[in-house]
């Protein structure tokens, strides 16, 4: 059982991992590397394969960081079925075109500037343009359900239920004779939307995601409070609250915790801008997929409500709108992309409101180091934003439990039910994954970090205590930063 991490191998984001059969490659997810320029710039290395090559594609759900370097596989030859299932690929459609988008305007600003000093010729090309999701997208195969075995390639693989986001899954693949579980990213288990993770069957060995292996998230309840808390604050200093917000689930949920407390009387109905055209249109899938969700948010959405709009809602298309809201006076919620904070819209609410005491900036997901979120976890002031120097006057709270990521609880607790299975960590900072072996080793499991760009057989590999050989000391802002309390 050979695989090959090319991607979220040492490093949270870029999922793509290359599975060997007899047969030929079969790809797992195909990621794009985000949270700074030193992990961006890994997007535009090659695949170490012929893209045509590949027998088949399976990818786990739709955020970015699993699904896009799709559209750069098709760009670079692939023309194979990428399978998922439905409500992945109806979310992928708005993900990919959105993240093509965002090259292409990338790049002409970068042009723009080059140009002013004759460099055009060093800026690099879009990865990839609306067209080649087009073609990407026309490779999309739903043809996965929960619980359901399916033919992939030369593999027989089930999809389950993995509570993450809507659509996400775990696959159970049966690789000659053995069994292979990969996690892709796992839901916590208090998930304001999904229902929990399917109990996973006994497996030879398992990839499993190592986000917040070193964390458990505060309860439900306790989150809830906190949040209540930090809004009834915000709105005493009377600034505009900044919810960076990924744009799948992650604005889903806030949006119906929003609701549930305004209607409940619980904090003040102040007017909620959400400041994200991706946001608003993947909330059209949340209705259509809604059997999906838990029972209170889909018994709403049966009766005709809309458990996502909190009646102070505006949703902002268009640029010109998002650059008013910076002349809106008084306390406001603005979510607003992209999550790390590294571009999108929230970067020019960052600069308008970060250097003032009476924001708050609320973080409710996962920040990798280097991404301009991580830094200003670690406490950075001033930090550059849009060619400014901002100095960090905003109260910053981190909210670890409104994660859609297993905690440390939540991973134990899945691999309760595979047996013995040999683990191999991915998906997660180096300093994660070194806590959670000792954890594995005290139940019995073998744990191995899964090494980068590095082949390794699942069933007989072993690395000393775990660690692939040259893997780098333990970076202590990688530590500092992991988007936690
Ligand atoms: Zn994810």
Redesign the pocket.
């Given at each position: 059982m050979r695989v090959e991490s090319l991607g979220a191998a040492l490093t949270v984001t870029g999922?793509a991992h290359l599975l060997s059969t007899r047969d030929g490659p079969v790809l797992i997810d195909c990621g794009l590397f985000q949270g700074g320029e030193e992990l961006e710039a890994r997007n535009r290395e090659p695949f170490p394969f012929d893209a045509a090559d590949l027998l088949a594609v399976v990818v786990?759900?739709?955020?970015l960081?699993?699904i896009g370097r799709l559209p750069l596989l098709v760009k670079r030859g692939y023309r194979g079925p990428v399978y998922c299932t439905p409500p992945t690929a109806a979310l992928a459609e708005a993900v990919l075109l959105d993240s093509a988008r965002l090259q292409v305007e990338g790049f002409r600003q970068d042009l723009r500037r080059a140009r002013r000093v004759g460099r055009e010729a060093e800026v690099p090309e879009p990865l990839y343009d609306e067209e080649d999701v087009h073609r990407t997208l026309a490779l999309l195969r739903p043809a996965l359900h929960y619980g359901e075995r399916a033919q992939v390639g030369p593999l027989k693989v089930t999809a389950e239920r993995a509570g993450?986001?809507l659509g996400?899954a775990y696959l159970v693949i049966e690789v000659e004779g053995q069994r292979l579980l990969m996690s892709?990213?796992l839901g916590n288990r208090e998930s304001g939307l999904q229902l929990t993770f399917t109990p996973p069957p006994p497996v030879d060995a398992v990839m499993i995601?190592t986000t917040y292996a070193n964390r458990i998230h505060r309860s439900r309840e306790a989150t809830l409070a906190e949040f209540r808390d930090i809004l009834h604050q915000s709105i005493r200093a009377g600034g505009k609250i900044l919810i960076p917000t990924?744009a799948?689930?992650r604005a889903q949920m806030i949006l119906y915790i929003l609701r549930n407390m305004m209607e409940a009387g619980e904090v003040p109905r102040i007017p909620i801008f959400l400041d994200s055209p991706l946001a608003a249109r993947a909330t059209g899938d949340y209705f259509e997929f809604g059997d999906e969700l838990i029972p209170p948010v889909r018994e709403a959405l049966q009766s005709g409500e809309d458990p996502f709009r909190p009646s102070t809602l505006h949703v902002v298309l268009t640029s010109t709108e998002s650059q008013r809201i910076n002349r809106y006076d008084g306390p406001a919620i603005i979510m607003a992309g992209s999550g790390m904070m590294n571009g999108g819209r929230i970067q020019h609410h960052l600069k308008h409101n970060l250097w003032k005491p009476s924001t708050s900036l609320v973080i409710a997901s996962y920040q990798s180091p280097g991404s301009l979120g991580g830094r200003i976890v670690a406490g950075e002031s001033p930090v550059h934003i849009l060619g400014e120097e901002i100095i960090v006057r905003a109260h910053v709270h981190t909210i670890g439990g409104f994660s859609?990521?297993a905690d440390q609880d939540d991973l134990l607790a899945f691999l309760s039910t595979t047996g013995t299975p040999r683990v191999w960590l991915i998906h997660g900072e180096v300093p994660a994954m070194e806590e959670f072996l000792p954890v594995l080793a005290q139940r019995g499991l073998t744990g191995n970090i899964m090494p980068d760009h590095q082949e390794v057989d699942l069933l007989t590999t072993t690395f000393p205590a775990g660690r692939p050989p040259g893997l780098p000391e333990s970076h202590e802002d990688a530590r500092a930063s992991a988007g936690g309390e």
């Open positions: 999922s786990t759900h739709a955020h960081d699993h993450h986001i996400s892709g990213d995601e990924f799948i689930e859609a990521h």
